[in-house]
């Protein structure tokens, strides 16, 4: 299977360069992006054919552009927070700690089953993919991915009515 891989890579890589880069605005990340297209398919245990290759690769590229824009949206937005924010309140209560915000975040977990909680909390604090958390648990990957969706949208419900 990496045959076919390292050979479409060779083939198109400068093809996906441009596109990714096109998206982009000719950033410097557009390089790194390309790699980790690559690294993603070498690494996936799925089943990929010389068919499925190209319309994966793109599929695989656009999603992680839309990751980049939302990092470097979250970033600027929390980098304008910091700027408007006023240095000289440093007190101890307008600082929250980890134990607070973890806090929070089991109040906003407490409102869904059980086990999508589960499935969050493997997520976010063991880091696992939901294809891994699927494999531990011995269940199907689009059940474990509806339940961290549902989970997700509990969290961000909690977040915004917080910050709202």
């Known amino acids: 299977?990496?045959?076919?891989?390292?050979?479409?890579?060779?083939?198109?890589?400068?093809?996906?360069?441009a596109f990714v880069s096109s998206r982009l605005g000719g950033s410097?990340?557009?390089?790194?992006?390309?790699?980790?297209?690559f690294l993603r398919l070498l690494t996936s245990d799925k089943m990929?054919?010389?068919?499925?290759?190209?319309?994966?690769?793109?599929?695989?590229a656009q999603r992680m552009i839309i990751d980049y824009y939302r990092r470097r949206t979250t970033f600027e937005q929390y980098e304008h927070y910091l700027k408007?924010?006023?240095?000289?309140?440093?007190s101890v209560e307008s600082i929250l700690s980890i134990r607070e915000i973890t806090e929070q975040l089991e109040r906003g977990l407490a409102r869904v089953p059980e086990n999508c909680r589960e499935v969050y909390r493997l997520h976010i604090y063991d880091g696992m993919k939901v294809a891994e958390i699927s494999k531990s648990l011995g269940e199907d990957y689009k059940s474990v991915e509806y339940?961290?969706?549902t989970a997700r949208k509990a969290v961000r419900q909690m977040i915004t009515a917080l910050v709202g």
């Not at 410097?28 to 790699?35: G, H, I, R, T």
């Open 84 to 90: 408007n924010t006023d240095e000289t309140d440093d």
């Open 48 to 60: 990929i054919t010389e068919v499925t290759l190209p319309a994966l690769v793109y599929t695989i």
């Open 28 to 37: 410097s990340e557009a390089e790194d992006l390309v790699q980790n297209v």
């Open 1 to 17: 299977m990496s045959d076919f891989i390292a050979s479409y890579y060779t083939s198109h890589r400068d093809e996906l360069l």
């Open 147 to 149: 339940r961290l969706g």
